[in-house]
Protein backbone atom coordinates (compact mmCIF):
# COMPACT_ATOMS: atom_id res chain seq x y z
CA UNK A 1 0.00 0.00 0.00
CA UNK A 2 0.73 3.43 -0.87
CA UNK A 3 -0.31 6.71 0.93
CA UNK A 4 -1.87 8.66 -2.16
CA UNK A 5 -3.73 11.18 -0.57
CA UNK A 6 -5.06 13.59 2.48
CA UNK A 7 -8.96 14.43 2.57
CA UNK A 8 -9.28 17.42 4.68
CA UNK A 9 -12.50 19.48 4.95
CA UNK A 10 -12.16 23.29 4.52
CA UNK A 11 -14.35 26.51 5.41
CA UNK A 12 -13.24 28.78 2.69
CA UNK A 13 -12.21 26.69 -0.88
CA UNK A 14 -10.66 29.56 -2.55
CA UNK A 15 -8.93 30.56 0.33
CA UNK A 16 -7.30 27.09 0.64
CA UNK A 17 -6.13 26.11 -2.38
CA UNK A 18 -4.75 29.59 -2.60
CA UNK A 19 -2.74 28.70 0.70
CA UNK A 20 -1.80 25.10 -0.41
CA UNK A 21 -0.16 25.99 -4.46
CA UNK A 22 1.44 29.43 -2.79
CA UNK A 23 2.73 28.46 0.42
CA UNK A 24 3.64 24.21 -0.17
CA UNK A 25 3.48 24.60 -3.80
CA UNK A 26 1.03 21.95 -4.82
CA UNK A 27 -0.76 22.37 -8.21
CA UNK A 28 -3.92 22.16 -9.60
CA UNK A 29 -5.30 19.03 -10.81
CA UNK A 30 -9.11 18.63 -10.68
CA UNK A 31 -12.05 20.71 -9.46
CA UNK A 32 -15.55 19.03 -8.82
CA UNK A 33 -19.03 19.72 -7.68
CA UNK A 34 -21.24 17.30 -5.62
CA UNK A 35 -24.02 17.88 -3.51
CA UNK A 36 -24.01 20.05 -1.41
CA UNK A 37 -20.20 21.17 -1.83
CA UNK A 38 -17.17 20.98 -3.94
CA UNK A 39 -14.28 18.91 -4.06
CA UNK A 40 -10.77 19.92 -5.47
CA UNK A 41 -7.53 17.97 -5.86
CA UNK A 42 -3.72 19.45 -5.50
CA UNK A 43 -0.89 17.29 -6.53
CA UNK A 44 2.48 17.98 -4.41
CA UNK A 45 5.74 16.56 -5.16
CA UNK A 46 5.87 12.60 -6.12
CA UNK A 47 2.68 10.64 -5.85
CA UNK A 48 1.07 11.85 -2.64
CA UNK A 49 -1.68 14.88 -3.25
CA UNK A 50 -4.37 16.72 -1.07
CA UNK A 51 -8.51 16.18 -1.85
CA UNK A 52 -10.36 19.74 -0.19
CA UNK A 53 -13.69 19.43 0.08
CA UNK A 54 -16.21 22.33 0.93
CA UNK A 55 -19.20 20.62 2.59
CA UNK A 56 -21.53 21.98 5.68
CA UNK A 57 -22.30 18.14 5.97
CA UNK A 58 -18.36 17.53 7.83
CA UNK A 59 -16.33 19.32 10.46
CA UNK A 60 -13.13 21.06 9.41
CA UNK A 61 -10.51 18.77 9.41
CA UNK A 62 -8.52 15.50 8.54
CA UNK A 63 -11.03 13.36 6.95
CA UNK A 64 -9.45 10.38 5.77
CA UNK A 65 -6.02 9.04 4.44
CA UNK A 66 -6.13 7.31 1.08
CA UNK A 67 -3.50 4.79 0.10
CA UNK A 68 -3.39 2.99 -3.24
CA UNK A 69 -3.40 -0.79 -3.61
CA UNK A 70 -2.86 -3.39 -6.10
CA UNK A 71 -5.96 -5.99 -4.92
CA UNK A 72 -8.56 -4.47 -3.15
CA UNK A 73 -10.13 -7.63 -2.22
CA UNK A 74 -6.90 -9.35 -1.16
CA UNK A 75 -6.48 -6.25 1.10
CA UNK A 76 -9.32 -6.44 2.37
CA UNK A 77 -9.09 -9.86 3.24
CA UNK A 78 -5.69 -9.11 5.27
CA UNK A 79 -7.32 -6.72 6.95
CA UNK A 80 -10.70 -8.97 8.05
CA UNK A 81 -8.27 -11.26 9.65
CA UNK A 82 -6.54 -8.80 11.37
CA UNK A 83 -9.14 -7.68 13.10
CA UNK A 84 -9.80 -4.41 10.98
CA UNK A 85 -13.05 -2.30 11.29
CA UNK A 86 -13.94 -2.57 7.49
CA UNK A 87 -16.51 0.38 7.14
CA UNK A 88 -16.94 -0.84 3.39
CA UNK A 89 -16.34 -3.61 1.52
CA UNK A 90 -14.91 -3.06 -2.07
CA UNK A 91 -17.17 -1.45 -4.31
CA UNK A 92 -17.03 0.18 -7.71
CA UNK A 93 -16.29 3.87 -8.49
CA UNK A 94 -15.73 6.03 -11.67
CA UNK A 95 -11.29 5.32 -11.05
CA UNK A 96 -11.75 1.69 -10.02
CA UNK A 97 -12.90 0.53 -6.63
CA UNK A 98 -12.59 1.66 -3.57
CA UNK A 99 -13.33 0.22 0.51
CA UNK A 100 -12.75 1.71 3.85
CA UNK A 101 -11.89 0.86 6.62
CA UNK A 102 -11.55 3.13 9.95
CA UNK A 103 -8.92 3.20 12.47
CA UNK A 104 -9.03 2.98 16.46
CA UNK A 105 -9.20 6.85 16.27
CA UNK A 106 -12.74 7.28 14.39
CA UNK A 107 -10.24 8.70 11.48
CA UNK A 108 -10.81 7.08 7.91
CA UNK A 109 -8.71 5.08 5.69
CA UNK A 110 -9.70 4.78 2.21
CA UNK A 111 -8.22 1.99 -0.19
CA UNK A 112 -8.29 2.67 -3.59
CA UNK A 113 -7.65 0.03 -6.75
CA UNK A 114 -7.02 1.93 -10.02
CA UNK A 115 -8.58 0.26 -12.88
CA UNK A 116 -9.31 3.48 -15.14
Given at each position: ????????????????????????????????????????????????????????????????????????????????????????????????Y???????N???I???????
Amino acid sequence: MKIRYATMIVNDMAESVKYYTETFDFTFDEEFDVPGGKITLLNGDGFAGLELIQSTAFETGIYSIGMDVEDINEEIKKLEEKGANIALKPVETQVGYMARVIDPNGINIVLVQHTR
